[in-house]
């Protein structure tokens, strides 16, 4: 079932999503070659709370961290741990927060030190790719159309997109229906209406498509080891079409302020 939100719940989960982009902020402020994974995952927590919030995937469903940290060819899902980050590396950072009994749900992958140039691009075209599905995120869409948006986008420039893994309603629950995938057709799918909100996430590979879960059963990473980048957006569907909960301004401010 998809659950509808009003302006006022609305305006209560763009209080949990910019939670999580202060959070992606204050990391973006320490990711550097030397630092783990897991000494991230305990500032997003400590500031979290400090905040009022509750970390959004501690626990859900066995997850044991509060962010999951995705490095290099892993996909999504990396569990945090104690191994440094190294330079050239890239790490996805998905945060989640429970703030007002409503979610948030937000990705960005950060470079740390100095990347290969091709990466650079996977990254900036995956980046540019949610905002095309996030274009077509309107009440005269289609979820279908989101997805055509992104994979045609990515495909053009080379990139493969993960078909298993997709993006998400969101609301007093973390995961809700429907499911976004990041490929499909034009005008197939539900019906895209007022009050949906919605997790777009593309999920977008170097090499090929094809994926495999590790042996800690939540990382996915791809089979041929190539990078992946992962950025997503919480965005509501209004008569003005997309309203973007999230936000990536906190953490750009940073990255810029330190290039």
């Known amino acids: 079932m998809i659950f509808l939100k009003t302006k006022e719940e609305i305006e209560l989960m763009r209080q949990s999503n910019m939670l999580v982009a202060q959070t992606l902020g204050e990391l973006a402020k320490i990711i550097k070659p030397g630092v783990t994974t897991l000494e991230l995952d305990k500032v997003a927590e400590t500031f979290i709370r400090d905040n009022e919030g509750v970390p959004g995937f501690l626990d859900y469903n066995g997850f044991p961290n509060s962010l999951c940290t995705?490095?290099?060819?892993?996909?999504?899902?990396?569990?945090?741990?104690?191994?440094?980050?190294?330079?050239?590396?890239?790490?996805?950072?998905?945060?989640?927060?429970?703030?007002?009994?409503?979610?948030?749900?937000?990705?960005?992958?950060?470079?740390?030190?100095?990347?290969?140039?091709?990466?650079?691009?996977?990254?900036?075209?995956?980046?540019?790719?949610?905002?095309?599905?996030?274009?077509?995120?309107?009440?005269?869409?289609?979820?279908?159309?989101?997805?055509?948006?992104?994979?045609?986008?990515?495909?053009?420039?080379?990139?493969?997109?993960?078909?298993?893994?997709?993006?998400?309603g969101v609301g007093k629950s973390l995961h809700e229906a429907p499911e976004v995938p990041n490929y499909g057709r034009r005008g197939n799918g539900p019906k895209l209406r007022e009050g949906m909100v919605i997790a777009i996430e593309p999920m977008i590979n170097l090499g090929k498509r094809n994926i495999y879960m590790e042996s800690d059963n939540w990382t996915i990473s791809t089979v041929d080891k190539s990078p992946s980048a992962h950025f997503e957006h919480t965005v509501a569907i209004t008569k003005n079409g997309a309203d973007i909960l999230s936000s990536f301004k906190f953490a750009e401010e940073v990255l810029t302020l330190q290039s």
């Open 70 to 168: 995705s490095v290099n060819e892993q996909v999504v899902h990396g569990i945090p741990n104690d191994k440094p980050l190294e330079d050239g590396d890239i790490v996805s950072i998905d945060c989640g927060v429970l703030l007002n009994g409503f979610y948030g749900d937000s990705a960005y992958t950060f470079e740390v030190g100095n990347v290969k140039p091709e990466i650079k691009e996977l990254l900036r075209v995956t980046k540019e790719s949610l905002y095309k599905g996030i274009e077509m995120a309107q009440e005269s869409k289609r979820i279908g159309d989101i997805g055509h948006a992104v994979q045609s986008y990515c495909e053009a420039h080379g990139y493969s997109v993960v078909r298993e893994m997709v993006g998400h």
